[in-house]
């Protein structure tokens, strides 16, 4: 079969390669793509969120599988576009419906579902600059560190820590009154801070069954030990040593389960990804966030650990026999080390080549924002690549990665030396 991949990151790069090793899979387009999927794939110079330039490539090509990689297409309603199209309705697509991506794209809507199941969250309330004095008097009713999150899509970015109060007050009005995240802060929700340690879960769901598939911890601050801004992660490791199979039966039971159940009663038509952000407080298991989609660069390790062909997954997913199929999971570890441009997350420079992938051994290197320029690779966004090795134990694997990062080289190249320390 033909298939498509929207995207273009480290995320968008390790669907390809899996796919790509499938001999189901015929022709493989990755759109918009990046230096990584050139390789393996015919990159479509798309946006993922022009779906009449998408309906026009999946006919002209014949495609009749599309994995959704971003968040963006998904909250925009690309699968309900595709139903509704006379041309387009029998094309399988991995990802929910419009109504069900709300789980990402609105926090109070994630945060209301939470509480209709039962589903342990940290307690919160919402508000906007209508109200914003309200939120200031519920700031003083909570503890530090204060958590303000952006209600809407803010590219990983809208979340803010705070261990001041006359900061969080300052930061609460800055999102608000002076839409700091534009139009994805006109609702911030503020929530009680849990202490503990993060992981990620990923379910796979026909949108009645459901398998999980391995955790995985990401590395989401710019410097070591945690510290500095919030990125779209610098790193992972699975599986997660501390999720014991005790935590993760108190995962799949109070949220996994509860969280499938609850999409079919809400009546949410879910075909794809859930990402759960979990949080362990204790012994116990919380939700800090859904995501609709793979996480990113959690697929940099998860996918490279699952044995079972990707696509059987998908069309049994796209076909509602999910429950029918094996989820087959390699034993090693596997580990990841993003490596960013000088100035990420903030400001920082393009078009740097990058020099050294042929002297990788025994990791493989997913692309993210690099792309093909008169026949190098350069830089083409703020995480570059991903160095993703496989070990024993997490550490043999993520020794392997930064031996082979020593062969990288791109301009102001950074990454962080201390993925897994706090494990």
């Not at 297409?73 to 576009?81: M, N, R």
């Not at 930061?171 to 802060?185: H, P, R």
């Not at 949108?207 to 911890?217: C, N, S």
């Not at 002297?359 to 160095?387: C, L, N, Q, W």
Request: charged share 25%; with cysteine.
């Amino acid at each position: 079969m033909n298939i498509l991949v929207l995207g273009s990151g480290g995320r968008e790069h390790t669907f390809a390669w899996k796919i790509a090793q499938s001999n189901q899979c015929t022709n493989l387009y990755v759109a918009p793509g990046n230096s990584g999927t050139s390789a393996i794939a015919t990159n479509l110079d798309l946006s993922v969120t022009d779906f009449k330039a998408i309906k026009d490539a999946v006919i002209a090509n014949d495609i009749e599988l599309v994995v959704v990689g971003p968040e963006d297409p998904l909250v925009q309603g690309v699968h309900d576009f595709f139903l509704e199209d006379q041309d387009l309705k029998n094309v399988a697509v991995i990802g929910p419906q419009k109504a069900a991506a709300e789980l990402e794209g609105s926090k109070e809507f994630a945060k209301e579902f939470m509480m209709r199941h039962n589903i342990p969250t940290a307690a919160y309330q919402s508000f906007t600059k209508d109200n914003v004095e309200e939120g200031y008097k519920f700031l003083e009713t909570l503890n530090a560190p204060y958590v303000l999150k952006a209600d809407g899509l803010a590219a990983g970015k809208g979340v803010l820590i705070l261990n001041d109060l006359d900061e969080a007050k300052e930061e609460l009005s800055n999102m608000l009154v002076n839409a700091k995240f534009g139009n994805a802060s006109a609702k911030v929700v503020i929530e009680e801070f849990l202490d503990g340690i993060e992981l990620s879960c990923f379910v796979l769901t026909d949108g009645k069954d459901y398998k999980i598939l391995p955790t995985a911890k990401d590395y989401k601050r710019i410097g070591e030990g945690d510290t500095g801004l919030n990125t779209g992660g610098m790193g992972a490791v699975s599986p997660v040593p501390f999720a014991t199979d005790e935590f993760l039966s108190k995962m799949e039971n109070q949220i996994v389960k509860p969280t499938v159940e609850g999409l079919q009663k809400d009546n949410l038509p879910y075909v794809g990804f859930i990402f759960i952000g979990l949080i362990k407080v204790g012994d116990d298991p919380k939700v800090i966030e859904y995501n609709v989609r793979m996480g990113d660069p959690e697929t940099e390790v998860v996918l490279p650990r699952l044995k079972t062909e990707l696509v059987t997954i998908f069309k049994a997913m796209a076909n509602g026999t999910l429950a029918d199929v094996a989820i087959d999971i390699d034993e090693r570890a596997a580990t990841t080390i993003m490596l960013v441009s000088g100035g990420y997350p903030e400001a920082y420079e393009k078009g740097k080549e990058i020099t050294g992938l042929e002297k990788i051994e025994d990791s493989i290197v997913f692309h993210a924002g690099a792309k093909d320029k008169d026949g190098k690779v350069v830089t083409s966004g703020g995480r570059v690549m991903a160095v993703t090795s496989y070990g024993d134990t997490y550490q043999e694997a993520i020794k392997k990665s930064y031996q082979n990062i020593e062969n990288l080289h791109f301009d102001k190249m950074y990454y962080r030396k201390d993925i897994g320390f706090d494990l």
